[in-house]
């Protein structure tokens, strides 16, 4: 039998997740108009914070993996022992967010269901801060340092050549700018340690540690939970609804609105943005179709969001169905008072789509073959068309499926579903944290997608 763990630590670092979100399986069409606009970026990159945070977290880790003897990072095998020692701070800032702040909950922190009952209820008695240990290994990937990976392998000068584990320049700065914040709570010994410093770390006793990193974080640092001096304002994650400029800014506004063809690219999508009078998203891509009509990409982006989120209305529509019972007639669903207008919208947008001609783009076929199925508007065939479709065509899990008339659940309900969205949210709050922007543009202020905790 082969190993789980071993599956997962020596697959590509950015898996598939199988999630119920790509109803329609037009992520990845959505993700080539999304690198148009924002280049580099993730709609899970979504508070400059974290960035200084996992900075430090990269830096102080490092000082650890090389004092174990680590050097190389070559290997997979190498990679996931470089790993073993940040996963812990990862986690212990959660930690640390949940004891410092009272509104912790509206701040952005994987594992926040499994970490909270270990800090406050366990007071830190169980091993991997309450996690199982699928949870554990997973984090890899669920986990903030998985989210944010691809800014520390793409954005200038955060690690060396881009390997996304050796702290670069601007890491180093950001590294030191938050340890200098940190007061009580740092680590009792230097950041940077060297072999000749007297306070370097105990050597012996971090190789001995080897397999249980996380025991040995929270023996050497016994204050992470401390507060002190503007430890909210200058330590902890940001709420989400907080768009006000970071202290750190200076330090990250190089790195994200740079002057290289990424950062420019963010910067000025950033700025159109702002000069919106949007006041809705399919609004906003408009504006930015006009303002960015010399891509072929971008020109087309309105219509794309108009069929996609026509779409997921239809699936929202069925869903709201389904929310209480078993299974539901199709022709039940059809004489809901709503069906009419969302099935019209829906074929209106899918004819819509269907005139672009002449735009090679990956996966446009996708949206071309989700276009061409939503053609006639009577409400039992539009959606039992759109049901087919997403269970022949939809990525990641099924949300139900239609059986001789009657459609039943293959998800738990949920009411409302992120809509496919483009990075804008992540970009301009980004750029409001970097002093790019003055303020959140109102269009996208309640746009944002609802966060999983892959680790509840």
Same mark, same amino acid.
């Given at each position: 039998?082969?190993?789980?763990?071993? $599956?997962?630590? #020596?697959?590509?670092?950015?898996?598939?997740?199988?999630r @119920?979100g790509?109803? %329609?399986?037009l /992520? !990845?069409?959505?993700?080539?108009?999304?690198?148009r606009?924002?280049?580099?970026?993730?709609?899970?990159?979504?508070?400059?914070?974290?960035?200084?945070?996992?900075?430090?977290?990269?830096?102080?880790?490092q000082e650890?993996?090389?004092a174990c003897?680590?050097r190389?990072? $070559?290997?997979? #095998?190498?990679?996931?022992?470089?790993y073993?020692?940040? @996963?812990p701070?990862? %986690?212990?800032? /959660? !930690?640390?967010?949940i004891?410092?702040?009272?509104?912790?909950?509206?701040?952005?922190?994987t594992?926040?269901?499994?970490v909270?009952p270990?800090?406050?209820?366990?007071?830190?008695?169980?091993d991997?801060f309450?996690?199982?240990?699928?949870?554990?290994?997973?984090y890899r990937?669920?986990?903030?340092?998985?989210?944010?990976?691809l800014?520390?392998?793409r954005?200038?000068?955060m690690?060396t050549?881009?390997?996304?584990?050796?702290?670069g320049p601007?890491?180093?700065?950001?590294?030191?700018?938050?340890?200098?914040?940190?007061g009580v709570?740092?680590?009792?010994?230097?950041?940077?340690?060297?072999d000749?410093?007297?306070?370097?770390?105990?050597?012996?006793g971090?190789?001995?540690?080897?397999?249980?990193?996380?025991?040995w974080?929270?023996r050497?640092?016994?204050?992470?939970?401390?507060g002190?001096?503007k430890?909210?304002?200058?330590?902890?994650?940001?709420?989400?609804?907080?768009?006000?400029?970071?202290?750190e800014?200076?330090?990250?506004?190089?790195?994200?609105?740079g002057?290289g063809?990424d950062?420019?690219?963010?910067?000025?999508v950033?700025?159109?943005?702002?000069?919106s009078k949007?006041?809705?998203?399919?609004?906003?891509?408009?504006?930015?179709?006009?303002?960015?009509?010399?891509n072929?990409?971008?020109?087309?982006?309105?219509t794309?969001?108009?069929?996609?989120?026509?779409?997921m209305s239809?699936?929202?529509?069925v869903?709201?169905?389904?929310?209480?019972?078993?299974?539901v007639?199709?022709?039940?669903i059809a004489?809901?008072p709503?069906a009419?207008?969302v099935c019209?919208?829906?074929?209106?947008?899918?004819r819509?789509?269907?005139?672009?001609?002449?735009?090679?783009?990956?996966?446009?076929?996708r949206?071309?073959?989700?276009?061409a199925a939503?053609v006639?508007s009577?409400?039992?065939?539009?959606?039992?068309?759109?049901?087919?479709?997403?269970e022949?065509?939809?990525?990641?899990?099924?949300?139900f499926?239609?059986?001789?008339?009657?459609?039943?659940?293959?998800?738990p309900?949920?009411?409302?579903?992120?809509?496919?969205?483009?990075?804008?949210?992540s970009l301009?709050r980004?750029?409001a944290?970097?002093?790019?922007?003055?303020?959140m543009?109102?269009a996208?202020?309640?746009?944002?997608e609802e966060?999983?905790?892959?680790?509840?």
């Amino acid at each position: 039998m082969v190993d789980s763990n071993w $599956i997962l630590f #020596t697959a590509p670092w950015d898996p598939i997740f199988v999630r @119920r979100g790509d109803a %329609l399986g037009l /992520t !990845a069409l959505a993700d080539q108009f999304a690198d148009r606009l924002a280049p580099h970026l993730s709609n899970r990159i979504r508070d400059g914070r974290w960035v200084t945070i996992l900075a430090w977290c990269l830096a102080r880790s490092q000082e650890v993996f090389h004092a174990c003897g680590g050097r190389s990072l $070559i290997t997979s #095998t190498e990679q996931r022992n470089r790993y073993a020692w940040l @996963r812990p701070l990862e %986690l212990m800032w /959660t !930690a640390r967010t949940i004891a410092l702040a009272e509104d912790w909950r509206n701040r952005s922190l994987t594992g926040q269901r499994s970490v909270r009952p270990w800090y406050e209820d366990y007071n830190q008695g169980t091993d991997k801060f309450g996690l199982s240990s699928d949870q554990f290994w997973a984090y890899r990937q669920t986990g903030m340092y998985g989210a944010y990976r691809l800014a520390f392998r793409r954005w200038p000068q955060m690690t060396t050549g881009g390997d996304g584990w050796t702290p670069g320049p601007a890491t180093n700065s950001l590294a030191r700018w938050l340890d200098d914040r940190l007061g009580v709570a740092r680590p009792p010994w230097p950041l940077y340690v060297g072999d000749h410093d007297y306070e370097r770390l105990p050597k012996r006793g971090v190789k001995l540690a080897k397999g249980s990193e996380d025991k040995w974080w929270m023996r050497q640092w016994k204050t992470f939970d401390h507060g002190g001096k503007k430890a909210d304002e200058n330590t902890l994650p940001r709420r989400r609804d907080d768009f006000s400029a970071l202290p750190e800014r200076d330090l990250l506004k190089p790195l994200i609105f740079g002057s290289g063809k990424d950062g420019t690219r963010r910067f000025d999508v950033a700025r159109r943005v702002s000069e919106s009078k949007a006041r809705g998203h399919i609004e906003l891509c408009e504006h930015l179709a006009e303002n960015f009509s010399q891509n072929s990409v971008i020109k087309i982006l309105p219509t794309f969001s108009r069929l996609a989120d026509a779409g997921m209305s239809a699936m929202d529509l069925v869903a709201k169905a389904l929310q209480n019972e078993s299974r539901v007639a199709l022709s039940d669903i059809a004489a809901e008072p709503s069906a009419k207008s969302v099935c019209k919208e829906l074929t209106d947008a899918a004819r819509l789509w269907r005139k672009n001609e002449g735009v090679h783009l990956p996966h446009i076929e996708r949206a071309n073959r989700f276009a061409a199925a939503m053609v006639r508007s009577e409400a039992v065939e539009c959606l039992g068309a759109l049901l087919q479709y997403h269970e022949l065509h939809g990525g990641g899990l099924r949300w139900f499926v239609l059986r001789k008339g009657w459609v039943a659940p293959r998800t738990p309900p949920r009411v409302g579903s992120s809509r496919y969205r483009f990075r804008l949210w992540s970009l301009c709050r980004l750029a409001a944290q970097c002093g790019v922007l003055r303020s959140m543009p109102p269009a996208l202020r309640h746009d944002i997608e609802e966060e999983e905790d892959e680790n509840s």
